[in-house]
């Protein structure tokens, strides 16, 4: 999913120092903030989670041609089995949930709508229609199947292209801040350009201070520990034609950027089911309320802000099942 830069402000202040550690990948800056008296072990751990992320990238970036993910879409339509490594199958599974239960309205096999519409964001013009239905035919979730006995995958149509960009970030995320819980530094987090996985609290602190940055207001802290949160939103990436503003955030389902401007952000406990979240409700706005409800679960606290950009101005429309 695309963030908006900079969205998240983490400000730390207590006895025990926290160390900030930095690493550009997946087209944004990954931080990392460790609060530890161990320079040098934090430091070690960080470069630890780094050098997995590198691994991450190169499993799950559609950028490169030769990741495996890649790979992956260059056999689609042959009827081939492909055995996948461990992340790829999961980050997959995890995908297809979402869509399943979004009919769609998710969908990891956007890549050929991602092509058209980065080429139009390139050139700064609206795509051709024909364009447009062309990609569309090649993208359906259901022409997706992860075979679990044997970690393999199989792409159904011809010409498919997956585009995890709605997910890799959260996903990542929380894959780092498990690493650096399991290297020992539990008092961490990882933020993916706004998609934040968060450890336990600093020392003598009842959360980890974020900013969120809400449209036309005033920013308000909020202290959480444990949990992950994520946005998504179009304030800087988007298309003006004719009068009207297209979102670089595709809905599958029609094959247009949307064109109401939203900015959405999810608070759930895993960073990869609030990544996914955050570009869901970012296509359906509020009616995606209920579908999160249900993925999130029993067992996982939800909380969503949704700003909608409306003719008298932003609104705020909120969710919880706390």
Do not use: C
């Not at 089995?81 to 995908?95: D, H, Y």
């Not at 035919?137 to 010409?159: G, H, T």
């Not at 996903?171 to 990882?190: C, Q």
């Amino acid at each position: 999913m695309s963030v908006l830069p900079l969205l998240w402000q983490v400000g730390v202040a207590q006895q025990v120092p926290s160390w900030e550690f930095a690493h550009q990948q997946m087209g944004t800056t990954f931080r990392i903030v460790i609060n530890a008296s161990d320079s040098t072990g934090a430091a070690k751990a960080a470069e630890s989670a780094f050098l997995w992320l590198d691994t991450l990238n190169a499993q799950l970036s559609d950028y490169l041609p030769e990741s495996e993910v890649s790979q992956l879409s260059l056999r689609s339509g042959n009827q081939e089995m492909r055995v996948v490594s461990a992340p790829l199958f999961e980050v997959i599974n995890r995908a297809q949930e979402v869509s399943y239960a979004s009919d769609g309205a998710f969908d990891i096999t956007i890549g050929p709508l991602s092509q058209v519409w980065r080429r139009a964001f390139r050139r700064a013009e609206f795509p051709e229609e024909d364009r447009i239905a062309e990609a569309q035919s090649r993208v359906d979730f259901r022409a997706l199947i992860p075979v679990p006995d044997s970690q393999a995958v199989k792409l159904l149509l011809p010409n498919m292209q997956l585009d995890l960009g709605g997910i890799a970030k959260g996903f990542a995320a929380e894959k780092m801040l498990d690493r650096l819980i399991l290297n020992g530094f539990p008092h961490s987090l990882v933020d993916a350009g706004g998609d934040i996985a968060l450890g336990y609290p600093p020392s003598g602190k009842p959360g980890w201070r974020v900013l969120p940055l809400w449209p036309d207001e005033e920013l308000q802290p909020i202290f959480l520990a444990n949990t992950a949160i994520a946005t998504s939103g179009d304030t800087y990436r988007y298309l003006e034609w004719e009068g009207q503003r297209y979102s670089h955030i595709i809905d599958p389902r029609s094959g247009f950027g949307i064109s109401r401007q939203r900015l959405v952000t999810v608070q759930t406990g895993s960073a990869t089911l609030a990544d996914a979240l955050a570009s869901l409700v970012s296509v359906m706005g509020g009616d995606a309320f209920p579908i999160a409800e249900r993925l999130a679960g029993d067992d996982q606290p939800l909380q969503i802000w949704l700003w909608e950009n409306t003719p008298k101005g932003w609104i705020l429309i909120e969710f919880s099942n706390l």
